[in-house]
Each structure stands twice: as structure tokens, then as C-alpha cells.
T-cell receptor, first 111, second 117 residues
Framework: SQQGEEDPQALSIQEGENATMNCSYKTSINNLQWYRQNSGRGLVHLILIRSNEREKHSGRLRVTLDTSKKSSSLLITASRAADTASYFCARDQGGSEKLVFGKGTKLTVNP | GAVVSQHPSWVICKSGTSVKIECRSLDFQATTMFWYRQFPKQSLMLMATSNEGSKATYEQGVEKDKFLINHASLTLSTLTVTSAHPEDSSFYIC?????????????FGDGTRLSIL
């Protein structure tokens, strides 16, 4: 399968804790993106990191990219119950605008 | 910001019915849109690329006669599930790349939950 792998598949933490999700992929990329999906809804874009970037921040989100290991991580700091959702990484496919999504991590933040 | 509107959000219909799902870019033009299918607790699988003014490009294993795509204008793509059967029940989501060419985030509709009885 061309889908990337994400781990963990599910993560349950308490409010205030940090959540780290990892994503691995198999082919070279131009960029990698992270999306969030609330249950039964569409996806919301979080961060795009380009292949020549190593780290990117947006508010409580921090994304790292290691192209030598073909992996990326998403860190959510000081988590809130409202962060409960599924998180997906997505890589571009062959330089096109197509995206290949990872299997996702279901994050539950308990109040 | 860029918004993609998808309609309807929920459809329940009898087996054999054809169902049309619309995907509109509300404040930007989209020459390309993407259609995905998502099974419960699984990831998104790309079904096809919708191209304004030309035929859609289908991913391997997706029946083009079953899933008809029409990109009628720069702001509207439609997916018609023809003669739907229970195995077509799923969550269908569309997306459109933002303006500015490559390396842009995609904007997603809110999805359509299709249930075939």
C-alpha cells in the first residue's frame, strides 16, 4: 500500500498533557501536511511542511520532518478536550496535487 | 479563507437509486477537485481527480461507470453514484487545492454520509 503508517493508532491522554503522533512514508516528497478530522466531518488543514524544512510551529502545534528517515511527527502541547479528533498526515504524490493519507491517529483528550 | 461546500451532508436511499453529491468552491476557483471515500475508522482513499473541462482521472480499482464525475464549472464538481447498492454506503469527501499552484493545502468539504438500504 502507498499509504503511510501512523502511530499510535489511538492515543488517550489527560488535558494539559502533550500528545505526539508519528507518521512514516516510503517515497520522496515535496511536502507533507497534517490534517485534523472531527468525527463525521471533513478535514481541516493544520500545517504544511516542505521537504527542505525540518520544523514548523503553529500555536500549540509543532511539526518535525526528517527526510532521511522518511518520518514526521506532530506534537500538540498543553492539550485540551477540544483537541479530541483524528489526525492524519498526507504526502504529495509524484509532485502532483494528489495527496496520499496515512492511516491516522485517533486522539482522545480526557477532561 | 477558502471554503468548500459539500451537499448533501447525509443521504439515505433505496438500493438501485442514483445519488448526486455536489462539491462547490465558494470563494475561489478550482480547476481540480478530488473525491475521496472513507470507511468507518479508516483513512481517506482517493477515488478520482475531477478536472474542469476534461474527463476525470480515476484511481486504480474505481469503477468510472459507477462513480460518474462532472466538473461543470470552475466552482462545481459533482459525483454521482449510479445504481447504488449497500456496499456503496460510505462517507464521501471532496477537496480542492487552494489558489497558488503547488505545495498548497487542500480545502475539504464536510463530507456526505451515504447509506443505501
Amino acid at each position: 500500500s502507498q499509504q503511510g503508517e501512523e502511530d499510535p493508532q489511538a492515543l488517550s491522554i489527560q488535558e494539559g498533557e502533550n500528545a505526539t503522533m508519528n507518521c512514516s512514508y516510503k517515497t520522496s516528497i515535496n511536502n507533507l501536511q497534517w490534517y485534523r478530522q472531527n468525527s463525521g466531518r471533513g478535514l481541516v488543514h493544520l500545517i504544511l511542511i516542505r521537504s527542505n524544512e525540518r520544523e514548523k510551529h503553529s500555536g500549540r502545534l509543532r511539526v518535525t520532518l526528517d527526510t532521511s528517515k522518511k518520518s514526521s511527527s506532530l506534537l500538540i502541547t498543553a492539550s485540551r478536550a477540544a483537541d479530541t479528533a483524528s489526525y492524519f498526515c498526507a504526502r504529495d504524490q509524484g509532485g502532483s496535487e494528489k495527496l496520499v493519507f496515512g492511516k491516522g491517529t485517533k486522539l482522545t483528550v480526557n477532561p | 479563507g477558502a471554503v468548500v461546500s459539500q451537499h448533501p451532508s447525509w443521504v439515505i436511499c433505496k438500493s438501485g437509486t442514483s445519488v448526486k453529491i455536489e462539491c462547490r468552491s465558494l470563494d475561489f476557483q478550482a480547476t481540480t477537485m478530488f473525491w475521496y471515500r472513507q470507511f468507518p475508522k479508516q483513512s481517506l482513499m482517493l477515488m478520482a481527480t475531477s478536472n474542469e473541462g476534461s474527463k476525470a482521472t480515476y484511481e486504480q480499482g474505481v469503477e468510472k461507470d459507477k462513480f460518474l464525475i462532472n466538473h461543470a464549472s470552475l466552482t462545481l464538481s459533482t459525483l454521482t453514484v449510479t445504481s447504488a447498492h449497500p456496499e456503496d454506503s460510505s462517507f464521501y469527501i471532496c477537496s480542492a487545492p487552494g489558489d497558488g499552484g503547488g505545495n498548497q493545502p487542500q480545502h475539504f468539504g464536510d463530507g456526505t454520509r451515504l447509506s443505501i438500504l
